[in-house]
């Protein structure tokens, strides 16, 4: 699981960390690192779960209605 990012010849070193901080985030990375800082019960998962598919829905039915 380890992500690499090679600074390039003449780069400043705040656009490789952009870039570290994309591709981590592409991949997840900060968000589990997060959600296992402290535990949390399986219904609160399963709780925040329906909670993002209920706002993915209503944006879904927003667009479709657009």
């Given at each position: 699981?380890?992500v690499e990012?090679?600074?390039r010849?003449?780069?400043?070193?705040?656009?490789a960390?952009?870039?570290?901080?994309?591709?981590?985030d592409r991949?997840?990375?900060?968000r589990s690192v997060?959600?296992?800082?402290?535990?949390?019960?399986p219904?609160?998962?399963?709780?925040?779960?329906e909670?993002?598919?209920?706002?993915?829905?209503?944006?879904?039915?927003k667009?479709?209605a657009a």
């Open positions: 699981m380890s990012v090679r600074i010849k003449g780069e400043p070193l705040e656009k960390l952009r870039r570290l901080k994309k591709k981590l991949e997840g990375i900060l997060k959600a296992k800082r402290y535990f949390e019960k219904c609160e998962i399963r709780r925040q779960k909670k993002v598919a209920a706002f993915n829905n209503m944006l879904r039915r667009r479709d």
